[in-house]
């Protein structure tokens, strides 16, 4: 996120147009944590994991008289355009105040779950992915001198994009991942056919999702159902989140936060800044929130077939 904040406010100087930044999200909107940005607010934050402006949940905006209260901050500042960076939470809170107030919104796809529709890929996914990478090669040394069966719990509440992609970047056996599990029993089939039969040891990335059961609950049935393999559960939480951001990260990043100035100089309002096949593009926010971005069944399969 420090790369597109960086991006916004010194695209936005250049333009001529005074910058603002706004602390803890939406939570800063009505408690009025707002300062004024320069260029040295941004100096040497590219490199920088996680945001400077920081993060937080608003329980309070969810309700209409919490989008007044921001509303009345936005007025009292003299603020008259927004740009948001987040996930489906803050688009959608961010089209709600849009719609309210007919107020000017850009978001950007700040989220590793990389779940969002529209973008091929969002702020934040190139990071947690590498990061993910990194941490299974070294549990492999731990699997492969102690014949072991380990499942590591990868964050992906709804979507298995990082789960299934880290699988295949590490080398791993298998993802278990929500959008096949509502279809099949990924983890029987594992076992059916064959699973581990000529390896001394496997890794199985599962996201964390109630429709998988997480690591835990895999493993709690492995021990059940086949008490034949040594289990283990490796959960890398908040590891993901953070870290200093790839290259990719921070040019995929540093151009969405040009577009998005861009956007609000060409009186857009209400949408996404995306990426399709490498084009920057223009999603509206209903689109981008309401629809679901769907897994490629071509990297299952060959996840399937590297596997075997």
């Not at 948001?84 to 007919?102: C, F, H, K, P, W």
């Not at 835990?216 to 559960?233: C, I, M, N, S, T």
């Amino acid at each position: 996120m420090n790369a597109a904040i960086r991006a916004i406010t010194r695209s936005a100087i250049l333009y001529g147009i005074t910058v603002k930044g706004v602390y803890r999200g939406f939570r800063g909107l009505i408690t009025d944590e707002i300062e004024s940005f320069e260029t040295q607010h941004v100096s040497n934050i590219v490199q920088r994991g996680g945001t400077v402006l920081k993060t937080a949940r608003s329980e309070e905006f969810k309700t209409p008289e919490g989008r007044k209260r921001a509303y009345d901050t936005l007025c009292r500042q003299g603020i008259d355009a927004l740009i948001v960076i987040g996930g489906d939470g803050s688009l959608t809170g961010a089209r709600l105040l849009a719609q309210e107030y007919n107020f000017p919104i850009i978001g950007l796809p700040g989220t590793i779950d990389n779940d969002l529709y529209g973008t091929d890929i969002t702020i934040g996914y190139d990071t947690a992915l590498n990061t993910i990478m990194e941490c299974v090669d070294k549990i492999r040394d731990t699997a492969s001198s102690h014949d072991r069966l380990f499942f590591i719990e990868i964050m992906g509440r709804e979507a298995g994009f990082l789960a299934l992609n880290g699988a295949i970047a590490s080398g791993a056996e298998a993802a278990i991942i929500p959008e096949i599990s509502l279809e099949k029993d990924q983890l029987a089939e594992m076992i059916e056919h064959g699973f581990r039969k000529s390896k001394n040891s496997s890794i199985v990335l599962v996201a964390e999702s109630e429709v998988t059961g997480g690591a835990l609950g895999v493993a709690e049935r492995v021990k059940k159902e086949y008490p034949q393999f040594d289990v283990r559960v490796s959960i890398l939480g908040h590891l993901q989140r953070g870290g200093s951001p790839t290259a990719q990260d921070r040019i995929l990043a540093t151009r969405m936060g040009v577009a998005a100035v861009d956007a609000l100089l060409d009186d857009q309002r209400s949408v996404m800044i995306g990426i399709q096949n490498e084009v920057i593009v223009h999603v509206p926010f209903a689109k981008a929130i309401k629809n679901a971005k769907l897994i490629d069944r071509e990297l299952l399969n060959t996840l399937w077939i590297v596997s075997r």
